[in-house]
């Protein structure tokens, strides 16, 4: 194997580790759950978690016992970001119950950007607390802000009020993860007074994506810090490219799925 070869596989290795393996299309089935929990254990290095509906947490909980490699993250307020307080708390409160891991929380962005941070404030803040020691990620939606100045104030925000991770996108939207974005969560990252992990999101299909999002992590945190505790890729598409590859094959395009 080639030095560059050898490098590509290091990359691939790291960024695998860190993958939030997704299925969060509309079609999502029992069996494909299954399948996916699967997955996660089975390539070349276990990645960080599972990603899935809610309905498919006790699923999961049972395909990956507590202790493993592998967490269980669900999503919440999912994907609009506009339920009401009361059912995201049930939604929260049934996942936890099922055995989900980790939370993944759509900040009420629409009221954000049009400056009504009071009740994004407060659902964070809530959900948090019914979280516990639980992870809470929350999800911003950048690329549909119109300025990087609404993403420091989102970030700022979800921090402020107990979030254990900030994520760009939910996949569901035109335009999901970016490097700008990514940059200016990462300051608020830097400037917070506890420690708070980074998840980029949506769109990131090869291994040059994902080194350029771990590149400016290590730029402002130091090389040491990306880490399944503090740094997370939501792309399944993702697991299919750095698979190939860690074998030294082709990326297979084509398989992404939020």
Known sequence: MTDLATSDSAAARRALALLDLTDLAEDATEAGARD????????????????????????????????????????????????????????????????????????PWHAVLSGYTTAAAAMVRTVKLRCGEKLLKVILETGEYPDLDKVRIASELAIAEGADFIKTSTGKTAHSASLPAVRTMLGAIASAKRPVGLKPSGGIRTLADAQSYLALADAFMGPDWASPATFRFGASGLYGALTAVIEGGAARPGTESY
């Open 36 to 107: 996916l929990c699967a997955k996660a254990l089975s390539g070349p290095v276990p990645v960080a978690a599972v990603c899935l509906w809610p309905r498919f947490v006790p699923g999961a909980r049972a395909a990956l016992p507590p202790g493993g490699p592998v967490r269980i993250a669900t999503v919440v307020n999912f994907p609009g970001g506009e339920t009401a307080i009361a059912p995201v708390l049930q939604e929260t409160e049934a996942a936890l119950a099922d055995g989900a891991d980790e939370i993944d929380l759509v900040l």
